[in-house]
Protein backbone atom coordinates (compact mmCIF):
# COMPACT_ATOMS: atom_id res chain seq x y z
CA UNK A 1 0.00 0.00 0.00
CA UNK A 2 1.35 3.11 -0.82
CA UNK A 3 0.06 5.66 1.38
CA UNK A 4 2.57 8.35 -0.37
CA UNK A 5 1.16 8.72 -3.59
CA UNK A 6 -0.12 12.40 -3.69
CA UNK A 7 1.74 13.59 -1.22
CA UNK A 8 3.96 16.38 -1.97
CA UNK A 9 7.59 16.38 -2.51
CA UNK A 10 9.96 15.85 0.63
CA UNK A 11 11.62 19.37 0.09
CA UNK A 12 8.25 21.31 -0.64
CA UNK A 13 6.94 19.15 2.76
CA UNK A 14 9.90 20.67 4.43
CA UNK A 15 9.45 24.03 3.65
CA UNK A 16 5.50 24.01 3.81
CA UNK A 17 6.02 22.25 7.64
CA UNK A 18 8.06 25.48 8.15
CA UNK A 19 5.50 28.23 7.16
CA UNK A 20 2.61 25.76 9.18
CA UNK A 21 4.75 26.10 12.44
CA UNK A 22 5.21 30.03 11.55
CA UNK A 23 1.70 30.38 11.82
CA UNK A 24 1.10 28.33 14.53
CA UNK A 25 3.07 30.52 16.48
CA UNK A 26 1.31 34.01 15.23
CA UNK A 27 -1.94 32.01 16.26
CA UNK A 28 -0.51 31.55 19.55
CA UNK A 29 0.62 35.28 19.83
CA UNK A 30 -2.70 36.45 18.36
CA UNK A 31 -4.96 34.62 20.95
CA UNK A 32 -2.75 35.70 23.74
CA UNK A 33 -2.47 39.16 23.41
CA UNK A 34 -5.47 39.94 22.15
CA UNK A 35 -9.13 40.29 24.45
CA UNK A 36 -10.67 36.48 25.27
CA UNK A 37 -13.51 37.71 23.40
CA UNK A 38 -10.90 37.02 20.06
CA UNK A 39 -10.97 33.57 19.97
CA UNK A 40 -8.27 33.31 17.17
CA UNK A 41 -7.53 29.65 18.41
CA UNK A 42 -10.09 28.42 15.65
CA UNK A 43 -7.40 29.17 13.09
CA UNK A 44 -5.57 26.25 14.41
CA UNK A 45 -8.06 24.11 12.27
CA UNK A 46 -6.57 25.69 9.58
CA UNK A 47 -2.93 24.48 10.02
CA UNK A 48 -4.81 20.90 10.60
CA UNK A 49 -6.22 20.98 7.17
CA UNK A 50 -3.14 21.77 5.52
CA UNK A 51 -0.77 19.43 7.45
CA UNK A 52 -3.09 16.54 7.11
CA UNK A 53 -1.55 16.55 3.54
CA UNK A 54 1.79 16.40 4.44
CA UNK A 55 2.71 14.47 7.24
CA UNK A 56 1.37 10.97 8.72
CA UNK A 57 -1.72 9.85 10.94
CA UNK A 58 0.37 9.93 14.20
CA UNK A 59 2.31 12.64 13.28
CA UNK A 60 -0.84 14.92 12.67
CA UNK A 61 -2.67 13.52 15.96
CA UNK A 62 0.88 15.06 18.24
CA UNK A 63 0.35 18.53 16.17
CA UNK A 64 -3.23 18.53 17.44
CA UNK A 65 -1.82 17.57 20.61
CA UNK A 66 0.48 21.03 20.24
CA UNK A 67 -2.40 23.11 19.13
CA UNK A 68 -4.81 22.35 22.44
CA UNK A 69 -1.99 22.73 24.54
CA UNK A 70 -1.30 26.42 22.34
CA UNK A 71 -4.84 26.83 23.41
CA UNK A 72 -5.18 26.12 27.11
CA UNK A 73 -1.70 28.18 27.40
CA UNK A 74 -2.45 31.26 25.96
CA UNK A 75 -6.04 31.35 27.58
CA UNK A 76 -3.75 31.41 31.16
CA UNK A 77 -1.69 33.70 29.57
CA UNK A 78 -4.35 36.30 28.17
CA UNK A 79 -5.31 39.36 30.88
CA UNK A 80 -7.33 41.12 28.80
CA UNK A 81 -11.75 40.35 29.00
CA UNK A 82 -14.39 38.39 30.41
CA UNK A 83 -13.10 35.45 31.71
CA UNK A 84 -16.20 33.39 30.98
CA UNK A 85 -16.62 34.20 27.56
CA UNK A 86 -12.52 33.53 27.25
CA UNK A 87 -13.30 29.47 28.07
CA UNK A 88 -15.70 29.19 26.19
CA UNK A 89 -14.22 30.33 23.26
CA UNK A 90 -11.20 28.32 24.25
CA UNK A 91 -13.57 25.33 24.75
CA UNK A 92 -15.38 25.84 21.42
CA UNK A 93 -11.48 25.86 19.76
CA UNK A 94 -10.46 22.81 21.14
CA UNK A 95 -13.49 20.88 20.34
CA UNK A 96 -13.07 22.52 16.84
CA UNK A 97 -9.50 21.24 16.45
CA UNK A 98 -10.54 17.79 17.57
CA UNK A 99 -13.32 17.65 15.22
CA UNK A 100 -10.93 18.98 12.35
CA UNK A 101 -8.53 16.71 13.00
CA UNK A 102 -10.89 13.38 13.10
CA UNK A 103 -12.59 14.37 9.64
CA UNK A 104 -8.94 14.83 8.47
CA UNK A 105 -7.78 11.51 9.44
CA UNK A 106 -10.93 9.95 7.72
CA UNK A 107 -10.26 11.80 4.40
CA UNK A 108 -6.74 10.82 4.52
CA UNK A 109 -7.64 7.08 5.10
CA UNK A 110 -10.55 7.47 2.41
CA UNK A 111 -8.24 8.65 0.06
CA UNK A 112 -5.55 5.61 0.86
CA UNK A 113 -8.08 3.10 0.69
CA UNK A 114 -9.46 4.53 -3.08
CA UNK A 115 -5.90 4.37 -4.33
CA UNK A 116 -5.52 1.28 -3.53
CA UNK A 117 -8.53 0.37 -5.27
CA UNK A 118 -7.73 1.90 -7.95
CA UNK A 119 -4.17 0.22 -8.13
CA UNK A 120 -6.30 -3.06 -7.60
CA UNK A 121 -8.33 -2.25 -10.44
CA UNK A 122 -5.67 -1.65 -12.41
CA UNK A 123 -3.86 -4.19 -11.87
CA UNK A 124 -6.50 -6.78 -12.84
CA UNK A 125 -7.56 -4.69 -16.23
CA UNK A 126 -3.55 -5.37 -17.08
CA UNK A 127 -3.68 -9.04 -16.03
CA UNK A 128 -7.70 -9.65 -17.44
CA UNK A 129 -6.41 -8.59 -20.52
CA UNK A 130 -3.05 -10.63 -21.09
CA UNK A 131 -5.39 -14.13 -19.63
CA UNK A 132 -5.41 -15.21 -16.23
CA UNK A 133 -4.79 -18.46 -17.31
CA UNK A 134 -1.17 -17.23 -18.15
CA UNK A 135 -0.61 -14.87 -15.34
CA UNK A 136 -1.20 -17.85 -12.91
CA UNK A 137 0.92 -20.15 -14.67
CA UNK A 138 4.03 -17.93 -14.97
CA UNK A 139 3.55 -16.80 -11.40
CA UNK A 140 3.28 -20.47 -10.50
CA UNK A 141 6.61 -21.53 -12.68
CA UNK A 142 8.79 -18.49 -11.69
CA UNK A 143 10.40 -20.39 -8.83
CA UNK A 144 11.41 -23.58 -10.76
CA UNK A 145 12.44 -21.72 -13.70
CA UNK A 146 14.94 -19.51 -11.19
CA UNK A 147 16.13 -22.85 -9.71
CA UNK A 148 16.58 -24.21 -13.31
CA UNK A 149 18.66 -21.25 -13.97
CA UNK A 150 20.89 -21.11 -10.75
CA UNK A 151 21.41 -25.03 -11.24
CA UNK A 152 22.45 -24.23 -15.17
CA UNK A 153 25.29 -21.76 -14.18
CA UNK A 154 26.41 -24.05 -11.48
CA UNK A 155 26.38 -26.93 -13.80
CA UNK A 156 28.65 -24.66 -16.36
CA UNK A 157 31.17 -23.58 -13.34
CA UNK A 158 31.72 -27.40 -12.93
CA UNK A 159 32.30 -28.04 -16.68
CA UNK A 160 34.48 -25.25 -16.78
CA UNK A 161 36.89 -26.79 -14.02
CA UNK A 162 40.17 -27.72 -15.31
CA UNK A 163 39.42 -30.74 -14.57
CA UNK A 164 35.81 -31.18 -15.27
CA UNK A 165 34.21 -32.16 -12.05
CA UNK A 166 31.21 -34.42 -14.14
CA UNK A 167 30.27 -35.92 -10.65
CA UNK A 168 28.80 -31.82 -9.54
CA UNK A 169 27.92 -31.29 -13.24
CA UNK A 170 25.87 -34.38 -13.11
CA UNK A 171 24.26 -33.86 -10.24
CA UNK A 172 23.21 -30.36 -11.35
CA UNK A 173 21.93 -31.80 -14.46
CA UNK A 174 19.61 -34.30 -12.36
CA UNK A 175 18.30 -30.87 -10.29
CA UNK A 176 17.59 -29.40 -13.67
CA UNK A 177 15.51 -32.41 -14.92
CA UNK A 178 13.61 -32.74 -11.53
CA UNK A 179 12.30 -28.56 -11.74
CA UNK A 180 11.72 -29.31 -15.60
CA UNK A 181 9.44 -31.51 -14.38
CA UNK A 182 8.07 -30.16 -11.27
CA UNK A 183 7.01 -26.85 -13.92
CA UNK A 184 5.47 -28.88 -16.44
CA UNK A 185 3.45 -30.80 -14.04
CA UNK A 186 3.03 -27.14 -12.01
CA UNK A 187 1.60 -25.58 -15.71
CA UNK A 188 -0.74 -28.83 -16.19
CA UNK A 189 -2.39 -28.53 -12.28
CA UNK A 190 -3.13 -24.89 -12.94
CA UNK A 191 -4.56 -25.11 -16.39
CA UNK A 192 -6.33 -27.80 -14.62
CA UNK A 193 -7.55 -25.49 -12.02
CA UNK A 194 -8.57 -22.72 -13.76
CA UNK A 195 -11.08 -24.93 -15.65
CA UNK A 196 -12.47 -26.00 -12.93
CA UNK A 197 -10.79 -30.08 -13.14
CA UNK A 198 -11.05 -31.96 -10.23
CA UNK A 199 -7.21 -32.20 -8.19
CA UNK A 200 -5.54 -35.27 -8.95
CA UNK A 201 -5.57 -37.00 -4.96
CA UNK A 202 -3.62 -39.37 -3.79
CA UNK A 203 -2.09 -40.70 -0.26
CA UNK A 204 0.76 -38.97 0.80
CA UNK A 205 3.29 -37.80 3.94
CA UNK A 206 3.27 -34.03 4.36
CA UNK A 207 6.58 -34.19 5.99
CA UNK A 208 8.31 -35.88 3.03
CA UNK A 209 6.53 -32.95 0.67
CA UNK A 210 7.47 -30.39 3.23
CA UNK A 211 11.06 -31.43 3.14
CA UNK A 212 11.03 -31.90 -0.63
CA UNK A 213 10.17 -28.19 -0.35
CA UNK A 214 12.58 -26.86 1.99
CA UNK A 215 15.37 -28.34 0.28
CA UNK A 216 14.66 -26.68 -3.07
CA UNK A 217 14.32 -23.15 -1.54
CA UNK A 218 17.13 -23.60 1.53
CA UNK A 219 19.98 -22.38 -0.62
CA UNK A 220 17.82 -19.16 -1.68
CA UNK A 221 16.60 -18.49 1.70
CA UNK A 222 19.96 -19.09 3.69
CA UNK A 223 21.22 -16.19 0.84
CA UNK A 224 19.29 -13.72 2.34
CA UNK A 225 20.27 -14.91 5.76
CA UNK A 226 16.85 -16.75 7.19
CA UNK A 227 17.30 -19.55 8.84
CA UNK A 228 14.27 -22.29 8.29
CA UNK A 229 13.60 -24.20 11.53
CA UNK A 230 11.35 -27.34 10.97
CA UNK A 231 9.43 -28.95 13.87
CA UNK A 232 7.33 -31.37 12.53
CA UNK A 233 5.20 -34.12 14.13
CA UNK A 234 6.94 -37.22 13.19
CA UNK A 235 3.68 -39.84 13.91
CA UNK A 236 1.83 -37.69 11.18
CA UNK A 237 -0.88 -39.87 9.55
CA UNK A 238 -0.81 -39.25 5.54
CA UNK A 239 -3.33 -36.77 4.01
CA UNK A 240 -5.14 -37.15 1.01
CA UNK A 241 -4.63 -34.54 -1.20
CA UNK A 242 -2.53 -33.07 -4.79
CA UNK A 243 0.86 -33.14 -3.47
CA UNK A 244 1.90 -31.17 -6.60
CA UNK A 245 -0.17 -28.46 -5.83
CA UNK A 246 0.32 -28.88 -2.09
CA UNK A 247 3.66 -28.33 -2.31
CA UNK A 248 2.69 -25.13 -4.89
CA UNK A 249 1.27 -23.75 -1.68
CA UNK A 250 3.83 -24.00 0.88
CA UNK A 251 6.32 -22.42 -1.64
CA UNK A 252 4.25 -19.67 -2.30
CA UNK A 253 4.09 -18.94 1.65
CA UNK A 254 8.02 -19.67 1.89
CA UNK A 255 8.20 -17.04 -0.70
CA UNK A 256 5.76 -14.45 1.02
CA UNK A 257 7.62 -14.88 4.36
CA UNK A 258 11.19 -14.54 3.06
CA UNK A 259 10.07 -11.31 1.25
CA UNK A 260 8.07 -10.01 4.79
CA UNK A 261 11.38 -10.03 6.19
CA UNK A 262 13.81 -8.74 2.91
CA UNK A 263 14.23 -5.41 4.44
CA UNK A 264 15.90 -6.60 7.80
CA UNK A 265 19.53 -6.06 8.75
CA UNK A 266 19.64 -6.30 12.59
CA UNK A 267 16.57 -8.12 12.72
CA UNK A 268 16.69 -12.43 13.86
CA UNK A 269 15.16 -13.78 10.42
CA UNK A 270 13.65 -16.89 10.87
CA UNK A 271 11.40 -19.16 9.24
CA UNK A 272 9.56 -22.31 11.18
CA UNK A 273 7.62 -24.63 9.72
CA UNK A 274 5.14 -27.00 11.48
CA UNK A 275 3.22 -29.96 11.03
CA UNK A 276 0.75 -31.38 13.61
CA UNK A 277 -2.55 -33.85 13.51
CA UNK A 278 -5.73 -31.56 14.55
CA UNK A 279 -8.22 -33.63 16.00
CA UNK A 280 -10.73 -35.37 14.82
CA UNK A 281 -9.75 -35.31 11.29
CA UNK A 282 -7.50 -33.20 9.57
CA UNK A 283 -3.45 -32.56 9.57
CA UNK A 284 -2.82 -28.99 10.10
CA UNK A 285 0.33 -26.98 8.59
CA UNK A 286 1.88 -23.82 10.03
CA UNK A 287 4.28 -21.38 8.68
CA UNK A 288 5.43 -18.59 11.04
CA UNK A 289 7.69 -15.51 10.44
CA UNK A 290 9.60 -12.68 12.07
CA UNK A 291 8.96 -10.06 9.44
CA UNK A 292 6.82 -6.96 9.95
CA UNK A 293 3.53 -8.77 10.10
CA UNK A 294 0.34 -7.35 8.28
CA UNK A 295 -0.29 -3.99 7.30
CA UNK A 296 -3.65 -2.38 9.37
CA UNK A 297 -6.61 -3.79 8.27
CA UNK A 298 -4.88 -5.77 5.13
CA UNK A 299 -5.52 -9.20 7.06
CA UNK A 300 -9.11 -9.09 5.24
CA UNK A 301 -7.75 -8.74 1.80
CA UNK A 302 -4.97 -10.85 1.47
CA UNK A 303 -6.27 -13.96 0.10
CA UNK A 304 -8.08 -11.84 -2.83
CA UNK A 305 -7.14 -12.24 -6.24
CA UNK A 306 -4.18 -9.30 -7.51
CA UNK A 307 -4.16 -7.73 -3.60
CA UNK A 308 -0.79 -6.75 -3.08
CA UNK A 309 1.61 -4.28 -1.07
CA UNK A 310 4.52 -5.32 -2.73
CA UNK A 311 5.81 -3.22 -6.13
CA UNK A 312 6.52 -6.00 -7.91
CA UNK A 313 4.00 -8.56 -6.67
CA UNK A 314 0.94 -9.29 -8.38
CA UNK A 315 -0.99 -10.42 -5.88
CA UNK A 316 -1.90 -13.75 -6.79
CA UNK A 317 0.15 -16.37 -4.67
CA UNK A 318 -2.31 -16.30 -1.63
CA UNK A 319 -5.87 -16.39 -3.77
CA UNK A 320 -4.25 -19.57 -5.98
CA UNK A 321 -3.37 -21.12 -2.80
CA UNK A 322 -6.53 -20.82 -0.87
CA UNK A 323 -7.99 -22.22 -4.71
CA UNK A 324 -5.98 -25.11 -4.29
CA UNK A 325 -6.76 -25.53 0.02
CA UNK A 326 -10.43 -25.37 -0.72
CA UNK A 327 -10.24 -27.52 -3.92
CA UNK A 328 -8.75 -30.44 -2.06
CA UNK A 329 -11.27 -30.24 1.25
CA UNK A 330 -9.06 -28.41 3.46
CA UNK A 331 -9.33 -24.66 5.40
CA UNK A 332 -6.58 -21.61 4.72
CA UNK A 333 -5.87 -18.81 6.67
CA UNK A 334 -3.65 -16.03 8.76
CA UNK A 335 -2.88 -14.88 12.50
CA UNK A 336 -1.21 -12.35 13.30
CA UNK A 337 1.92 -13.03 15.13
CA UNK A 338 2.27 -11.67 18.52
CA UNK A 339 5.46 -10.89 18.31
CA UNK A 340 5.30 -9.82 15.13
CA UNK A 341 5.31 -11.06 11.98
CA UNK A 342 2.80 -13.27 10.46
CA UNK A 343 1.35 -16.47 10.69
CA UNK A 344 -0.20 -18.58 7.63
CA UNK A 345 -1.77 -22.09 8.67
CA UNK A 346 -3.74 -24.38 6.63
CA UNK A 347 -5.61 -28.09 6.87
CA UNK A 348 -6.16 -31.18 4.90
CA UNK A 349 -8.03 -33.72 5.40
CA UNK A 350 -6.80 -37.34 6.53
CA UNK A 351 -6.63 -40.46 4.17
CA UNK A 352 -9.25 -43.14 4.77
CA UNK A 353 -8.66 -45.09 7.99
CA UNK A 354 -6.18 -42.87 9.79
CA UNK A 355 -8.91 -40.91 11.21
CA UNK A 356 -7.46 -39.76 14.70
N1 LIG B 1 4.40 -13.52 5.45
C1 LIG B 1 3.77 -12.37 5.25
N2 LIG B 1 3.97 -11.30 6.07
C2 LIG B 1 3.33 -10.14 5.85
N3 LIG B 1 2.46 -9.93 4.85
C3 LIG B 1 2.22 -10.95 4.00
C4 LIG B 1 2.85 -12.22 4.15
N4 LIG B 1 2.40 -13.02 3.16
C5 LIG B 1 1.54 -12.29 2.43
N5 LIG B 1 1.42 -11.05 2.92
C6 LIG B 1 0.58 -9.97 2.40
O1 LIG B 1 -0.38 -10.52 1.53
C7 LIG B 1 -0.29 -9.89 0.24
C8 LIG B 1 -0.73 -10.88 -0.82
O2 LIG B 1 0.20 -11.98 -0.90
P1 LIG B 1 0.28 -12.79 -2.27
O3 LIG B 1 1.27 -13.87 -2.11
O4 LIG B 1 -1.10 -13.17 -2.68
O5 LIG B 1 0.78 -11.72 -3.32
P2 LIG B 1 2.21 -11.01 -3.40
O6 LIG B 1 3.21 -11.81 -2.62
O7 LIG B 1 2.04 -9.59 -3.04
O8 LIG B 1 2.52 -11.10 -4.95
P3 LIG B 1 2.77 -12.43 -5.78
O9 LIG B 1 1.58 -12.55 -6.68
O10 LIG B 1 4.01 -12.16 -6.54
O11 LIG B 1 2.87 -13.59 -4.84
C9 LIG B 1 1.16 -9.45 0.15
O12 LIG B 1 1.33 -8.39 -0.77
C10 LIG B 1 1.43 -9.01 1.59
O13 LIG B 1 0.90 -7.73 1.83
MG1 LIG C 1 3.38 -13.92 -2.85
Excluded at 231 to 236: T, Y
Excluded at 254 to 273: F, G, P, T
Excluded at 304 to 328: C, H, M, Q, V, Y
Aim: with cysteine; aromatic share 6%.
Amino acid sequence: MKHDIGRPLRSHRVLSMAGLLVAMAVIFVADTVTDYAVAAAGFYTAVILVAARLISARALILLAGLCIFLTIFSFALTKFGSYQVGLINSCISIVAIAITTYLALKMNAAQAAAQQAQAQLLRIARVTSLGELSTSIAHEVNQPLAAIATSGNACQRWLDQQPPNLDKAKQAVERILGDAHRASDIIARVRGLTQGEQPHKSHFDLNQAIHEVVAISRTDVEAQGISIDLSLDENLPQVLADRVQIQQVIVNMVLNASEAMADYQDKKKEIRIQSALSAPHTVQFSIIDSGGGFAAGSIAHIFDPFWTTKGTGIGLGLAISRTIIEANGGRIWAEEHTDGGAIFKFSLPLAEGNAA
